[in-house]
């Protein structure tokens, strides 16, 4: 899923919290040459660290626990 667990594992008698992150890498556009008059600003496909930003968007999974049986499971965070 593209997720990397960050820290330990929180757990209690009603539930397991788990921190991940999602490392994302968001390219930096780059204009045309002028002289061939094309408006359209492409993006670099290869994407090297120079010519990036990189994130690591962050959110929680909570199992929910009834008798030591995940029961259900919610998010905390915008970018689970």
């Known amino acids: 899923m593209g ?3 960050v820290g330990l ?3 209690t008698k009603q539930a397991l919290r788990y ?3 999602r490392p994302v890498r968001i390219p930096i556009p780059t ?3 002028p002289t061939t008059r094309i ?3 492409p993006l670099n496909m290869g994407i090297p660290s120079h010519e990036s930003y990189d994130l690591a968007l962050s959110c929680y999974i909570i199992f929910h626990l009834e008798h030591n049986i995940a029961t259900s499971v919610s ?3 915008r970018y689970c």
């Open 75 to 77: 998010y905390s965070g």
């Open 3 to 5: 997720y990397q667990q």
């Open 39 to 41: 408006g359209a600003v």
């Open 31 to 33: 204009a045309q040459h």
């Open 9 to 11: 594992v929180e757990q």
């Open 19 to 21: 921190q991940v992150i």
